[in-house]
């Protein structure tokens, strides 16, 4: 049985271009389908935790973004009010290497793309969406919206929390609500963080501040979403105060 490709995988994020990298490097030929431009990273203010075995893993897939990321130094974590003690201490010093780094996320994606756009058996298609899935005992027929029809003995479903491939395939998921929501933004500050990662556990969800490249920490704050609506309507001097 032949097909036209080794691994289809449909969303082009930062997992579904990670995961293309990864097939490609054993040498199997993948296609990324999105209805995206790829080329073009979303609009997105967050930055992601790469543990240290997932920064090896990014150095093995060619994707160069040592400059790019903080590392974790010193983690610290704790729980309750201001003025508790510390109950965790994670010391890069102890491990020989970074426990985690930061890297915020269009740049992560700027590099992934970077690898992708240049890899001799990764095939990108942009700003196209699968309108049908016919899944097989031995392969996997999607249809896009073009028309055109591809087929691959693996499917990857990259294409989110509300993945349409994995509903096609018949995957069922369980959910629950936990009345919780989170606030994510970037401070610079005066003084260096000198790579110290905080979180701290409060009633009502936890509060993490993570340290970026340069005086800046990326902030993520976690309660009950009517806190965080209540937040996220401060003026920005008031919301600073009450993060001090």
């Known amino acids: 049985m032949s097909f036209d490709f080794d691994a289809i995988i449909i969303g082009g994020g930062l997992c579904g271009q990670s995961a293309a990298l990864a097939c490609a490097n054993i040498g199997l030929s993948v296609a990324i389908i ?10 997105d203010g967050r930055a992601s935790a790469l543990a240290a075995s ?33 109950r965790l201490h994670f010391d890069s010093a102890d491990h020989g290497e970074p426990t985690a780094f930061m890297i915020e996320n269009p740049v992560l994606y700027a590099a992934l793309y970077a690898q992708v756009h240049s890899h001799a058996e990764i095939t990108i298609k942009s700003e196209m969406r699968v309108q049908d899935w016919a ?3 031995r392969q996997a027929v999607i249809t896009m919206d073009t028309g055109e029809t591809l087929s691959a003995p693996l499917i990857i479903a990259a294409d989110g929390r509300n993945s349409p491939t994995r509903k096609a395939a018949g995957i069922s998921v369980q959910s629950k609500r936990y009345d919780q929501s989170a606030l994510v933004t970037t401070i610079a500050h005066s003084l260096p963080h000198e790579g110290l990662a905080v979180q701290r556990f409060y009633a009502g969800g936890p509060l993490a ?18 806190a965080i609506e209540a937040a996220m309507a401060l003026d920005e001097a008031i919301f600073l105060d009450l993060l001090g």
């Open 54 to 86: 997932s920064m090896r893993m990014m150095t093995r897939l060619g994707v160069d973004i040592v400059d790019a990321v903080q590392p974790f130094n010193d983690v610290l974590v704790t729980e309750g009010a201001q003025g508790s003690p510390w």
């Open 34 to 43: 999105d209805g995206r431009d790829i080329a073009r990273a979303p609009d």
């Open 209 to 226: 501040v993570l340290p970026l490249t340069g005086d800046r920490c990326q902030i993520v704050w976690s309660d009950k979403t009517a």
């Open 135 to 137: 899944f097989e005992p």
